[in-house]
C-alpha cells in the first residue's frame, strides 16, 4: 500500500470526534522527555534511539513487539529515591509493577529493598541474591506454604493482612524457633485516584484491617501478645498513579494516630510506619508527577508534625514505589499492521500486540502516548486508535493519540512508560507470546526476559 492509498481520517478540530484528548503537540516528531526514559531521543536520521541504539536495529535484532527497558534510567531512579529519603528511611521496590533476576540484582546494587507478594516473587528475589532481610512480604492470602518459605529464608518483615494470618504467621514463626518481623497492614479509609481521594471511615475492598470499629487496635493487641512476632509498625497503601499529596497526609495523620493509642495503651511505641506506594507517572504530556525528593519531604514533613503532635517519637518510615521507578525507563516497540481509516471517526492503527502485553487500558481505562519512532514525518496529525491483534474489540493500547496522517503498514510505533503492569500482567490470550524484555544501556541491549515461543506453549499443554 503507498502512502497515499488511504484516506488519512479526520485531522481537524473542528471534525474531531468526542474523546478524552488534548489536542496535538505542535510538532508530532518532538518527543515529551516527561513520558520517555532518559536516555531516549531522535538520532540524525529521525529514528528513535535508547541507549544509543536506533529502533529500526532493535526491531531487526529482537523482533517486535518487545518493551526496551532503559537500564541507567531505571539505576538513576533508584538512586535519586534512595538519596531522597536518606539513611533514616527504607524504599522497597514493589516487585509486582516488574520483577525479573536482572531488576532484583540493579536493585540490590543501588542499595533498594524489595516487595513481593507471591512465591514466584520470593523465588525469584531470592534466586537473584537479595538478602532475605531487604524483602518484605505482601498479599491478603499467602498460603500456609509461602509464609513457610519466607520465615525460613529470614524475610525482613511480613506485612500481616488479616486475623488468620496474624495466627498462622505466629504458629510457622514459633515452629521455625523465631520471632517473625512483622507490620499490620491497615486500612485508614482513604480512596486515592490520581487527582483527587476520598476520606471515609469504611474502605469497602479486599486489603487489611480496618482503623474503623477498632479492628486495626484488635489486630495490634493479638500481635503483641504472640511470641512468634514481633511488630514493627503499621503498613498503608492507598492507592495508585496518586499525584496529589492530600491522600497521603489523611493516611499518615491516621497511622500516627494509632501510633500514639497503642503508647496509650500498650505503653510501646512502634519503631516503623510503612505509607506504602502509589506515586503517579506521566503517561501522557498532561502528567505532572513529582520528583522523589519533593515526595520525601511532603511525607517526612507530614509524619514529623503530626507526631510532634501526638508526643511520639518519629518512627523510621518507608515508602514501596513501584510503577515510579520502573513505569517511566521502557517503552513498547510495535510495527504498524493494518490501518483503517473510519470516517468522522477516528482512524484504526493495528499492532502487533495488544491487550496480551498492555492490559492496562482495557481493565483500567489507561491513557497512553504513542510515537511514530522509525522515522520522522512533516504529515498533517490524524486522530487513531492504537488497537491489538486479539479477538476483542476492547483491545486497545492507546484509547486517542495523534499520528501522522502519512503512517504506513511495516512503520515502527512506540508506547512510553510501560514499564510498569505491562509485562508483569501480560497474558497468553489467542495464544499470543509475551513480548520479551530487552535492557539497553551505554550502546548494548541484551535480552533479560526471552519472547515467550511456540514450544514454550507446547510444553504447558500436555495433551
Ligand atoms: C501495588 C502496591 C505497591 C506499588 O504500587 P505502585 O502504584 O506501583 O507504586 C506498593 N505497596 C503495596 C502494598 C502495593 O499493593
Redesign the pocket.
Known sequence: MSRSAHPAGPRHADVLPEGHYSAPAADLNVLDEKVWSRTVTRDADGALTVGGIAVARLAEEFGTPAYFLDESDFRARCRAWADAFGPDADVFY?G??FLSRAIVRWLKEEGLNL?V?SGGELTTALDAGMPAERIAF?GNNKTVAEIERAVEAGVGRIVLDSFQEIVRVAHIAQRHGVRQRVQIRVTVGVEAHTHEFIATAHEDQKFGIALADGQAAEAVRRALSLDGLELIGVHS?IG??IFDMAGFEVSARRVVQLLAEIRDEHGVELPEIDL????GIAYTSDDDPREPHEIAKALSDIVTRECEAAKLRTPRISV?????IVGPTAFTLYEVGTIKPLEGLRTYVSVDGGMSDNIRTALYDAEYSVALVSRTSDAEPMLVRVVGKHCESGDIVVKDAFLPADLAPGDLIAVPATG?YCRSMASNYNHALRPPVVAVRDGEARVIVRRETEEDLLRLDVG
Open positions: 514493589a509486582k509493577a516487595d507478594c505482601h497503601h495508585s498513579q506504602g506506594g502509589g506515586l514501596e514505589p513501584g510503577r515510579a510498569a
